[in-house]
């Protein structure tokens, strides 16, 4: 039996409902039904990529509190001995971003580059925020692999901030029907304001401690977390098995990622193989969601990530040029995170014609929705469902089945995921009731944010 289609018998029921209400809506009104609608959870979200930017300019700012503060590049002085190989950030990329450690120690020239980030011109402001945006036509992946990421630069030394950013998260998701998520999150490189190294089970601390604040509590979404891998740098190996043992011990990181470009083929999935078996010989119990098929070339990454032990698969386009490993998954104990946002903005598909999507969907291969780096695409877990509906003509049957598999194949506590499972069928019940007594008058007011994604590629913003 498909996965898809174990959902309450009181789905079925609502089919001629839900097509004749697509048939009628405008693209604004059907982003408003999807942001009101209860959802499950999102399990293929990068921390550092999920903040908007915004965020990131409002907590960067506020950290002065805490001793932080950081600088924007805003110019290039061509300052001598700059452009040396073995920097950490090429030197030529602008709006990248230091903090009170780094800072004193570069040149006065180079020091001349920068600018203090609370004294930015609105201009500027602007613009250092739409870099850390992919919203132009001209952009892609090697714009988000290869400058997005750097430009982040030291505020991804501060634990203090990426904790307010996640909480910042855990209220988005709850504000538009999110109940779970598993966020990929950094647990390396952290320091004090005085520059002390903070270790992996500080991080962490600083994590769980804010997440245990009431304001988080209040958004009523729960977090289990996972660690990832670069996967092709040099010593993957060994970073590997640590995050391995790391996962082990705490039990709020429930699974360990393999995360980077595909197309770098340093990290390619049969390399960790052998580290895998060795590391199975003395742990238990810790999963694996591991990044494959995300490309656009056919290979076999799919099925050897399978050989890994992965239970998940972040992406699996090129999936479709597998069949036989297709034929494996059908119905079967594995989930494809789907990120059809990013799947575009990145190139992997010129247009949603292209995408596997539908495929993987009706043919009862597993599959769940996911956002990826949804601050850096300017846009929402609605906004995923929203391209889901408009570009696929999905059924509610279709609709509901995604939200649940997301909680199903979530690596959360099993006491918890039947909880979950439970508290989700009653309020998608308790929504679709009360939709199909008001009609579309329940959508007004509904406050939906409209970010640049669907504003610039549907018609659903004024």
Known sequence: MALLAVVSPWVNAAQDWFEDFKSSASPAQLHQFLYLMPKGGDLHLHL??????????????????NGYH?????????????????RRIPYLLLHT??????????????????VPIEELTEDDKRRWLNSLRLDKDFEGRTEFFERHWPRLGDLGRNP???????????????????????PQIPIF????????????????????ARMAEDDAQATGVEVRM???????????????????????????????????????????????????????????????????GEVDEPNYHVRDTLLLGAERIGHGVNLITDPDTMRLMRYGPYLIEINLISNLLLEYVNDYSEHPFPEYLRL?????????????????????????????DLTWDEVVGLSRNSLRYSFIEDEHKSRLLKSLDKRI?????????????????ADAPRRGFVCRNYEVCP
Not at 70 to 86: D, T
Not at 97 to 114: I, N
Request: charged share 25%.
């Open 160 to 182: 203090y901030l990426v904790a307010e950013v996640l909480v910042e998260n855990m209220r988005a998701y709850g504000e538009e029907g999110v109940v779970y998520i598993e």
């Open 429 to 445: 019940q308790r929504f679709e009731r009360n939709f199909r007594r008001e009609g579309a008058a329940m959508l007004d007011g």
């Open 97 to 114: 971003v230091v903090d009170q450690l780094r800072y004193p120690q570069l040149s006065e020239c180079e020091q001349g580059e920068y």
């Open 226 to 292: 996972q660690v990832s891998l670069l996967r092709f740098l040099p010593n993957a190996e060994e970073v590997l098995r640590v995050l391995y043992a790391y996962a082990h011990k705490h039990p709020r990181v429930v699974a360990v990622n393999m995360v980077g470009r595909e197309d770098n083929d340093k990290g390619y999935p049969l390399r960790f193989l052998q580290t895998l078996r060795d590391l199975r010989r003395t742990h238990s119990g810790v999963h694996l969601s591991i990044h494959a």
């Open 364 to 392: 009862g291969i597993p599959v769940a929705l996911s956002t990826d780096d949804r601050g850096m695409w300017d846009s929402t877990m609605t906004d995923e469902f929203f391209v889901a509906v408009t570009e696929f």
């Open 189 to 208: 490189g952290f320091a004090t304001a005085s520059g002390e190294p903070l270790s992996p089970d500080q991080a962490l601390g600083i994590y769980t």
């Open 70 to 86: 950081y600088y924007v590049k805003l110019r290039i002085n061509n300052c001598p001995g700059a452009a040396e190989e073995n």
């Open 48 to 65: 550092g990529g999920s903040v908007f930017a915004e965020w990131y300019y409002r907590h960067a700012v506020a950290q002065a509190e």
